[in-house]
């Protein structure tokens, strides 16, 4: 069968690797439907260049299924794993495929932002429960109503940057800051949020400068950056975070003022492959594989046995949108067959362990979650995200009043307004 075509009891990759379990009791098993396979649809990345986040987000699947021995809420499960490359006609045919081919009642993934938007439409028809896997986006809900079939294992992106910002200001007692993002959605939400709660709590946004997703080289944006500041905050996913901390060390930028950024700029799987570049630099996050809590640790374990490396978000986020599904399926005592009875138990969920810590979801399916401030160190000759203090259950529209919140336009490059540029 085709690499992106797979249907099996369990996600195949790596599934039987060795590693501990974690320390979580496992859910009393139930009956119904106990004769028929769970089939769960999965949307992640195989091939092109999303696929190092692809390939943690299928270890911390398997992971979870195979501390279950491939049951959730008594019933086999049936993983199908679906390669949309990072691509969104793909992913809109593949989540065709799941749901007319093989009738899956409940899809986790995908793994890109513009994906989960480019199938958002779908889901609104088939009426196919999604659970995403990313960070979420933030919806104009002036012109698009709420999805209730989609939910979200993670935030948004600015859910995150709202934090960071308040703590630059607050605690790092910045004044001035720049910012370096890339020019696209994903990187004007965490600016934007970064923007808000920094200038909200005292300081000045003033410089913007936005690299294209795409940019051969941070040169040209690198020499632009004034002086006379406390520090940079970089919007930057992929690949991209080590190449311009690369470059900004090169140019000899190191030291001479503060580097924070959003939760992919220094996530563990893009950490693993950073230097010296990375020491110092401050982000927040959903997730730190440095997390001191039992879940964690043990969640830590599994994936350093089974693995041989830390997990980092995208890991948690399979593993998180599973452990949704099982509550929810405990409690229709594993009947999916009344799908709207199933998507009201996922939207009441409480999650009180796993390795992101306590999880709930608000009334537009985006999680309410504790977010963590780090700072990268090197540890027994590792580099890790340290963890400096943690913003209790941070909602996606953080100290705002959300019926006003949902009025001012979506997050872009002339939203928050810039009004200390110089």
């Not at 939207?347 to 309410?368: A, C, N, S």
């Not at 953080?398 to 336009?409: H, R, T």
Request: glycine share 10%; proline share 7%; aromatic share 10%.
């Amino acid at each position: 069968m085709p690499r992106n075509n797979r249907c099996s009891a369990v996600t195949r990759r790596a599934l039987f690797a060795g590693g501990a379990a974690l320390a979580l009791a496992r859910p009393r098993r139930v009956s119904a439907q106990a004769e028929e396979p769970l089939r769960i649809g999965f949307l992640t990345v195989d091939t092109g260049p999303l696929a190092a986040g692809g390939k943690q987000q299928e270890e911390g699947a398997a992971l979870f299924l195979k501390q279950r021995d491939g049951m959730i809420a008594g019933r086999k499960v049936a993983l199908i794993t679906q390669d949309t490359a990072g691509n969104t006609s793909l992913a809109k045919t593949k989540t065709q495929e799941l749901v007319e081919r093989y009738n899956v009642p409940v899809m986790i993934g995908p793994l890109a932002t513009n994906e989960a938007l480019a199938i958002d439409g779908y889901i609104r028809e088939t009426k196919v429960p999604l659970i995403t896997t990313t960070s979420a986006a933030t919806v104009d809900l002036k012109t698009h109503a709420v999805n209730p079939w989609v939910l979200h294992a993670f935030g948004t992106a600015p859910q995150v940057t709202y934090p960071l910002g308040d703590y630059t200001a607050k605690t790092l007692g910045f004044k001035r800051m720049a910012i370096v993002a890339e020019d696209f959605t994903y990187g004007y939400e965490g600016a934007g949020g970064f923007q808000l709660a920094f200038e909200g709590a005292g300081g000045k946004i003033v410089q913007k400068l936005w690299p294209p997703l795409n940019a051969p080289d941070y040169g040209p944006f690198l020499a632009q950056i004034r002086p006379d500041i406390d520090g940079i905050y970089m919007g930057f996913a992929g690949i991209n975070p080590l190449r311009f901390l690369k470059q900004f060390n090169e140019y000899g930028l190191k030291g001479k003022f503060a580097v924070l950024g959003n939760t992919t700029s220094t996530d563990e799987g893009i950490l693993k492959l950073m230097g010296e570049e990375a020491v110092g630099v401050y982000s927040a996050g959903w997730y730190a594989a440095g997390l001191d809590t039992p879940d964690n640790k043990a969640f830590v374990a599994a994936i350093n046995a089974a693995y041989k490396h830390d997990p980092g978000f995208y890991t948690a986020g399979p593993y998180t949108a599973l452990l949704i599904i099982e509550q929810a399926l405990n409690t229709t005592r594993g009947n999916t067959k009344d799908a709207a009875a199933f998507l009201a138990a996922m939207h009441e969920v409480r999650l009180g362990h796993g390795p992101i810590g306590p999880v709930r979801l608000d009334q537009y399916g985006t999680p309410i979650l504790d977010i963590y401030i780090r700072k990268v160190a090197r540890v027994n000759g590792r580099l890790v995200n340290t963890i400096l203090k943690t913003y209790p259950q941070v909602s996606q529209f953080w100290i705002y009043d959300p019926a006003e919140f949902v009025k001012q336009p979506p997050f872009s490059r002339d939203f928050p307004p810039s009004k200390y540029l110089e």
